[in-house]
């Protein structure tokens, strides 16, 4: 079954008050709970928001230099994402918008390449 990722920038979350967070925690925490006993989950997170305790490494020059921080300047960062391994892009846009659901943010859904997924190894 092809693999799909379903993830969310930082900047569609909103400003939004702690109660209202709190309030996301049961619905978001159902929808992970869902794919799991679905089989479908493979991973879901968010991410550090703090941009300062990122790092990039980049070979492109022919030599790895790995430095602080993000590895480009931009407006919008990955917030985080969930992985789901589903029969179609039917059921991946469906996985999408109970995350979007739950969380209460826009989430954007894309199929991986033939391929490109060579190994996941999850820890419990």
């Known amino acids: 079954m092809p693999q799909y990722l379903i993830y969310f920038n930082q900047q569609w979350v909103g400003d939004h008050d702690e109660a209202w967070f709190e ?11 869902d794919m799991q006993d ?12 703090e941009l300062e305790e990122a790092a990039s490494a ?3 020059s022919g030599e790895l230099v790995i430095t602080d921080g993000p590895f ?11 992985i789901v391994d589903v029969p179609d892009d039917e059921s991946a846009r469906m996985w999408a918008g109970r995350v979007a659901e739950g969380c209460g943010w826009p989430q954007e859904v894309r199929r991986f390449k033939a391929g490109s997924l060579q190994a996941l190894v999850l820890g419990g």
């Open 58 to 60: 980049d070979a492109t």
């Open 38 to 49: 679905q089989g479908v989950l493979l991973y879901a997170g968010g991410l550090v928001e």
């Open 72 to 82: 480009a300047e931009t407006k919008e960062w990955l917030g985080g994402l969930t």
């Open 23 to 33: 309030g996301r925690v049961e619905p978001s925490t159902a929808v992970v709970r």
